[in-house]
């Protein structure tokens, strides 16, 4: 993404599942850092119900947030915004489906269907998070690296414990980092879905522990996915008329 580490965007990762009053972190924070609520048990890691975001962050947003079309008829949720140095709110996410855990399968025995749509902001100058400069511009990457780093805070990889998770989780976010910087590569596939009813190309992989994708709109923000137990394939995205249908 043209990139530095600097240019990683947002207090925190697409969906680490963080509790609602977990400290922000500042843009420049590079992702072996960013999943630090992954270090706990994962009894209080889980996102339960209790501590779903309200629409007050997405509302204070300068942008459209988006999520699945209207062919979805499942349940809908708010997950996380995530802001700059300056509270400016650059990115965040809106669920559907089931509810994921990072446990999901390995603790219940059923197989989670959700998709998750990561909405970035399209900004070319962001200020540093010590306001005495600029990061490099948003891009489809951002959305990428927030979308990668996103499944993996839902995921747990089968025999895992507790104490080696925090490890794993590090290794991988930066990965995943590493996969949304080079998007031309070899792990990228393209697949065009409709966005507000127009074919739009993606970047898409697969993993053992489901699928990313990240493009961009025509309406000037970058759209991160990721999901499990839901095919992309058949997916559509659309800008959020009424966020009361996530609540």
């Known amino acids: 993404m043209e990139t530095t580490s600097s240019s990683r965007v947002g207090a925190q990762t697409a969906e680490a599942p963080a509790p609602a009053a977990a400290p922000a972190q500042e843009p420049h924070t590079a992702p072996q850092n960013a999943p630090q609520s992954e270090a706990q048990p994962q009894e209080a890691a889980a996102p339960l119900p209790a501590a779903r975001r309200t629409a007050e962050g997405f509302l204070a947003a300068d942008f459209p947030w988006y999520g699945l079309d209207g062919a979805f008829t499942g349940p809908r949720w708010l997950m996380q915004?995530?802001?700059?140095?300056?509270g400016t709110v650059e990115h965040g996410s809106?669920?559907?489906?089931?509810?994921?855990?990072?446990?999901g399968e390995i603790a219940t025995g059923e197989k989670e269907?959700?998709?998750?749509v990561v909405t970035v902001a399209?900004?070319?100058?962001?200020?540093?998070?010590?306001?005495?400069?600029?990061?490099?511009?948003?891009?489809?990457?951002?959305?990428?690296w927030l979308a990668g780093s996103g499944l993996l805070?839902?995921?747990?990889?089968?025999?895992?414990?507790?104490?080696l998770r925090s490890d794993w989780l590090d290794q991988q976010t930066?990965?995943?980092?590493?996969?949304?910087?080079?998007?031309?590569g070899p792990d990228w596939?393209?697949?065009?879905l409709p966005v507000d009813g127009e074919p739009t190309p993606f970047h898409y992989r697969e993993s053992e522990f489901g699928w990313v994708l990240a493009g961009s709109t025509s309406s000037g923000v970058h759209l991160g996915a990721y999901g499990r137990?839901?095919?992309?394939?058949g997916l559509g995205f659309s800008v959020i008329g009424d966020l009361s249908a996530y609540e």
Do not use: C, I, K
Request: aromatic share 6%.
């Open 81 to 86: 915004v995530g802001t700059g140095a300056d």
């Open 94 to 103: 809106t669920g559907h489906g089931d509810e994921p855990s990072a446990r």
């Open 113 to 116: 269907r959700f998709a998750v």
């Open 122 to 144: 399209s900004n070319p100058v962001r200020r540093s998070g010590d306001g005495t400069g600029t990061l490099e511009a948003t891009s489809v990457s951002s959305a990428a």
């Open 153 to 163: 805070a839902y995921s747990w990889p089968g025999q895992m414990d507790h104490s």
């Open 174 to 184: 930066e990965a995943a980092w590493e996969l949304a910087d080079d998007l031309a």
């Open 189 to 192: 596939s393209t697949l065009s």
């Open 229 to 233: 137990g839901m095919s992309a394939y």
